[in-house]
């Protein structure tokens, strides 16, 4: 079901079930004061058979045996005029005894049903309660209330004959009013569908309209109503975030592309060369194995790290609690078997980060490998670890001050860099580890010469007390 459809249904439910309930209240309203109406005339009905009886006065009573038709008085013989059957407007009079006899009022037989609830109404000679019945056809309000004078209960019945014609004549204009109601609510649905969504449709058009030209889409305009203007400036962030990753990729390849054409060019040369090496001397035909090695080692490290940069800054899905310390720990033992000329003062706070083990492991590393690759033989590389921050510092030349800003950039190699082995992707890989787990990374001079690269990996999750500094030799 479309957004426009579900918005019109749910108006016009809305509108109908208002309709519904408007009908409803108003015809049980109706009913409940006609019937109040009925029950009030039946309490005034009664009200003579209820009260005591003066001296002189004559008293409204039955008695057990005396003719149907009649009702006597105290002082004996005096008969009252009988009580008209159930069916007419003046109603029917019934009266119940504690033994269970009934004497109807008028001539017949009595024509309401005496139940348990009347019966003890009758011997308890208090109490009353309304009920609806049904007798003969006719549907009538029924009273019965207890004599407690004299110890019987009288039941009056008055027809409810003009309550359903009234009820019966509203079902025709309340049914009417449901039924405009729950169409009116339909063409209020669609018309504020058609109202509501007629924005986003004109946002539809233009973001199509945007969309047209993939290699530079445009802008949406932020005009509008608030809402649309706050979506129009997220889906131009969006747009933004998408050239950028675009370019970004562009950017990767092409410089990808730069830096393995140079070791697969030397590597081709080499292995030509290497195909007719029968007639090269054999120390030259070592040296020639070790260099296609040598390459193919450079070629495999350049694709790890492009591979490596292509992820992306976003951080691995495996995440979990990862001690710092003895990643730096074990990064620097790796680095000091390849530079064994090379020292390592280490000052490491544990620390719990919660982190992708990988990627940390491996900008831990390629810190210590840039480390040693600027060290003079015989140097000290100094490691601290303090408050989540990883600080690497060498004796090498340090950055120029041109260099400092393109220290992270991907395949940026300064000028002395270039005669070195490498790639440039290294302490890039470094950033973008940094920026996957919401941390940091800075390049700076260090006083007294040297460089310093400070790392960190996001909030620590625990810190311990104390530190595990040792010195490697």
């Known amino acids: 079901m479309t957004l426009r459809r579900r918005i019109a249904a749910a108006a016009g439910l809305a509108v109908a079930a208002v309709a519904v309930a408007i009908g409803v209240v108003g015809y049980e309203s109706t009913r409940s004061q006609l019937i109040g109406e009925v029950q009030t005339e039946l309490r005034a009905r009664a009200a003579p058979y209820l009260r005591p009886h003066a001296a002189g006065q004559i008293r409204l009573r039955p008695f057990a045996g005396q003719r ?32 269970g006899t009934t004497v109807a009022g008028g001539a017949g037989t009595p024509q309401l049903r005496v139940d348990a609830r009347a019966l003890a109404v009758a011997k308890r000679a208090t109490g009353s309660f309304f009920t609806t019945a049904r007798v003969h056809g006719v549907h009538a309000e029924v009273l019965t209330a207890a004599d407690r004078y004299d110890g019987y209960a009288v039941q009056i019945a008055l027809p409810l004959t003009g309550v359903d014609s009234v009820l019966n004549g509203l079902l025709l204009p309340y049914g009417l009013l449901v039924g405009g109601g729950v169409l009116l609510g339909l063409l209020l ?29 445009g802008r949406l305009e932020e005009t509008g109503a608030g809402e649309l203007r706050r979506l129009a400036a997220s889906f131009n962030r969006a747009l933004d975030a998408l050239e950028r990753s675009i370019d970004a990729q562009r950017s990767l390849v092409a410089d990808a592309s730069h830096e393995l054409r140079t070791p697969i060019s030397a590597l081709r040369s080499n292995i030509q060369i290497f195909l007719e090496s029968d007639r090269l001397p054999l120390d030259e035909r070592s040296a020639l194995q070790h260099s296609i090695v040598a390459e193919l080692d450079e070629l495999t490290e350049v694709v790890a790290n492009v591979v490596e940069l292509a992820r992306g800054a976003a951080p691995s899905a495996q995440r979990e609690p990862v001690e710092l310390d003895l990643l730096v720990r074990e990064a ?33 590393g390629n810190l210590m490998e840039n480390a040693c690759k600027w060290s003079p033989p015989g140097a000290t590389v100094t490691v601290e670890l303090h408050d989540g921050t990883l600080s690497v510092r060498d004796h090498g030349p340090g950055f120029g001050a041109e260099d400092l800003e393109h220290v992270f950039d991907r395949f940026y190699r300064a000028g002395d860099a270039r005669r070195m082995p490498g790639s440039g992707l290294g302490l890039a890989i470094v950033k973008q580890a940094a920026d996957a787990h919401r941390g940091q990374a800075r390049a700076l001079n260090a006083p007294g ?13 625990h810190l311990a007390s104390g530190t595990t500094g040792t010195t490697a030799v």
């Open 449 to 461: 010469g040297g460089a310093l690269l400070e790392v960190s990996f996001g909030a620590p999750s």
């Open 68 to 99: 149907l038709g009649e009702r006597a008085s105290p002082t004996g013989g005096a008969t009252l005029p009988p009580v008209p059957a159930l069916g007419g407007a003046p109603g029917y009079f019934q009266f119940v005894y504690p033994n």
């Open 332 to 364: 620097v033992e790796r680095a000091r078997r390849r530079s064994p000329g090379v020292h390592f003062d280490l000052d490491l706070q544990p620390t719990v980060i919660d982190a992708a083990v990988e990627q940390v492991a491996r900008a831990i």
């Open 189 to 217: 649905g669609t018309a504020i569908s058609r109202s509501a969504l007629a924005p986003i449709e004109r946002f539809l058009q233009r973001t199509e309209s945007v969309n047209v030209d993939q290699e530079h889409p």
